[in-house]
Nanobody
Framework: QVQLVESGGGLVQAGGSLKLSCEASGSTFSTSILHWYRQAPGKQREFVALVSSGGGVNYADAVKGRFIISRDNTKNTVYLQMNNLKPEDTAVYLC???????????WGQGTQVIVSS
């Protein structure tokens, strides 16, 4: 069973930075596609960024140029560096893993990010 544990959330002022981490256990991490999603109160969950097993990345338009996703296969960890944060970035950020070998998908519990104006 795959477990994903996010960390790094918190309260930050607008314009500040945070770095989120998501550590995975029990999966074929290096061949998985790793994603970050977020869900704000009263809103649908939305895609933020992904990094493929080969290192290719993709971002939602709302975070392009501000957020950077990366992965460290030696630590089974995916990161999200968030810069120039805005109040509209306030949400619970969730890690999402897709195992390419099995097609199985897993969500983490999420970490809260609050950006004050």
């Amino acid at each position: 069973q795959v477990q994903l544990v996010e960390s790094g959330g918190g309260l930050v002022q607008a314009g500040g930075s945070l770095k989120l981490s998501c550590e995975a256990s029990g999966s074929t991490f290096s061949t998985s596609i790793l994603h970050w999603y977020r869900q704000a109160p009263g809103k649908q969950r939305e895609f933020v960024a992904l990094v493929s097993s080969g290192g290719g990345v993709n971002y939602a338009d709302a975070v392009k140029g501000r957020f950077i996703i990366s992965r460290d296969n030696t630590k089974n960890t995916v990161y999200l560096q968030m810069n120039n944060l805005k109040p509209e970035d306030t949400a619970v950020y969730l890690c999402y893993l897709v195992e390419m070998q099995t097609g199985k998908r897993y969500w983490g519990q999420g970490t809260q990010v609050i950006v004050s104006s």
